[in-house]
């Protein structure tokens, strides 16, 4: 630093956290036990004093579970001071704010701190969707202002976003890099911009599941069942909304749309407006998407069983897309059932197609297909949890059933969802991808720290950019487009950070020099 600060793994470094609630702790935590001495305030009277008690309380729970040393939990609890007011913050060199989440809060305690701090200290804001510019806006020293954004549990979830604002030094955000490294969290570099990486990232996810919904796609447990099991997200993004509460996730949904000037990539839906208007908050209120008992745990609710006919007498698969088509013979194969070889199907065959980013209608009437007889198969992903069909609103129920009983004969879960362009999945996915490539197009973070920041943050199964080349970025714009074409929607207009490496054949880590 150019003010001469101690190095970030020094005893020497001072770190003033104000707001004691649950982040403002978490953060005091991690820095008490990386060695700093850690001056602890809150407007509440007592707060700081309870925070202390709370965190030797934690420290001393860890050594008894072996996992802190007896002296390292005595020598944390002692670097801990809980101060009476702001002035005792003035030998801190950095201070970090975790104070409620309102611009004008942010501003005024900054604007107090820059006469009591020295004029060097950095003020840190642990804002988790406000403007760092706006925040440093018409102090004495906006430069020395940066986002340093932690995420709950701050201990358990090991990254932190550092985000410059227009003003702010880069010795600064260097500076907080090294401290949150040494602190144990992978840091990340953002620019400052609504959602930084991982807000912004993760509008995808739970928004096209919103979507999905309004279409009437399919019901809310056999969405949240789709995407774990063929996705491998841990939650479902309705089980996801109602762990975070809706009184959190819809206002911050609003305020990234709002903030990027009604961007349709993060357009909200009107069903979660509703709920949280009737007050289903989810786990907190006891309802959400779903219910919940007394003791917090989601209320059974079993997916319809679909009816398993008999097995038809052949399958005739399209070859639109061999690729697709070798992967869906495979289960036909198992199922035991004849593959049919001819370029148009027999009588009685079983038709199946493998959109991508289409519906099951426009593949069934491009090829000829009997309507009553055609099935679409999800086949991008993985395969091996669950089966995903798609009828046409021609779909006869005896080849549904015929259908089930085929995806379902080795004892794989099957489920049915009404016609859609891009199913389920794979629509979820490229538009998760489509953003990751549009946050690196507009140079928001480098390419891999969005994919570590998306997966230690949101706890995605793999990076976006990642997931994208693993599917192949070409495949993820034919999703996209024909998704586009097929909607109208300019959601789902390709980033040109995607268009031009599908076209040049090129990763999309590929950073151009």
Not at 368 to 388: C, F, I, P, Q, Y
Request: net charge negative; aromatic share 6%; glycine share 10%.
């Amino acid at each position: 630093m150019q003010n001469g600060f101690p190095p970030p793994g020094t005893k020497e470094l001072n770190v003033g956290v104000v707001g004691c609630g649950v982040m403002g702790r978490g953060i005091m935590q991690i820095a008490a036990l990386a060695g700093a001495m850690v001056y602890m305030v809150d407007s509440r009277e007592g707060a700081a004093q309870a925070a202390h008690e709370a965190l030797l309380s934690t420290f001393d729970t860890l050594a008894g579970k072996g996992k802190l040393a007896a002296e390292d939990a005595a020598a944390a609890g002692k670097r801990l001071v809980a101060c009476n007011s702001l002035e005792d913050l003035r030998p801190c060199h950095v201070v970090v704010e975790a104070i409620v989440e309102d611009l004008a809060a942010k501003k005024s305690l900054f604007g107090t701190l820059e006469g009591i701090v020295d004029a060097g200290a950095i003020l840190a804001s642990n804002t988790s969707s406000l403007s760092v510019t706006a925040i440093a806006a018409g102090l004495q020293h906006p430069e020395r202002v940066a986002g340093f954004h932690f995420f709950n549990p701050v201990p358990l979830m090991r990254i932190v976003e550092v985000i410059g604002g227009f003003l702010t030094q880069p010795a600064v955000t260097d500076y907080l890099l090294a401290l949150g490294r040494q602190w144990g969290h992978t840091a990340v570099l953002a620019k400052d911009t609504p959602g930084f990486i991982v807000n912004h990232a993760g509008r995808g996810y739970g928004t096209e599941g919103l979507r999905l919904l309004a279409e009437g796609v399919c019901s809310v447990p056999v969405l949240d069942a789709i995407l774990r099991d063929t996705a491998g997200f841990r939650l479902g993004p309705c089980e996801l909304l109602d762990l975070t509460g809706l009184d959190v996730s819809h206002p911050v949904m609003e305020s990234i749309y709002h903030q990027y000037y009604e961007e349709p990539r993060f357009r909200p839906q009107v069903l979660t407006r509703q709920m949280l208007a009737a007050g289903a908050l989810g786990r907190k209120a006891g309802h959400g998407f779903y219910r919940y008992g007394a003791d917090g745990k989601k209320e059974a609710t079993d997916e319809p069983q679909q009816q398993h006919g008999p097995l038809p007498s052949s399958v005739w698969l399209s070859q639109e897309r061999p690729e697709l088509a070798e992967r869906i013979a495979v289960l036909v194969t198992a199922a035991g059932v004849q593959i049919e070889s001819g370029a148009r199907p027999g009588d009685h065959a079983l038709c199946i197609v493998t959109p991508l980013g289409e519906d099951a209608t426009t593949c069934c009437v491009r090829e000829g297909l009997d309507a009553a007889r055609t099935v679409a198969v999800e086949s991008l992903l993985d395969l091996s949890r669950r089966r995903v069909l798609m009828t046409t609103p021609g779909t006869s129920a005896e080849t549904l059933a015929m259908a089930c009983a085929v995806f379902g004969a080795t004892g794989v879960p099957v489920s049915v969802i009404r016609d859609s362009a891009g199913l389920v999945t794979q629509r979820v996915v490229a538009h998760i991808v489509n953003i990751a490539c549009e946050i690196a197009q507009q140079q928001i973070a480098d390419p891999q720290d969005i994919d570590r920041a998306v997966v230690l943050g949101l706890g995605y199964p793999i990076g976006p950019l990642a997931w994208g080349d693993q599917l192949g970025p070409a495949t993820v714009l034919a999703i996209l487009k024909n998704l586009e074409q097929q909607t109208g929607d300019t959601r789902y207009r390709p980033s040109p950070w995607l268009q031009r490496r599908a076209l040049l054949g090129l990763p999309l880590y590929h950073k151009e020099i």
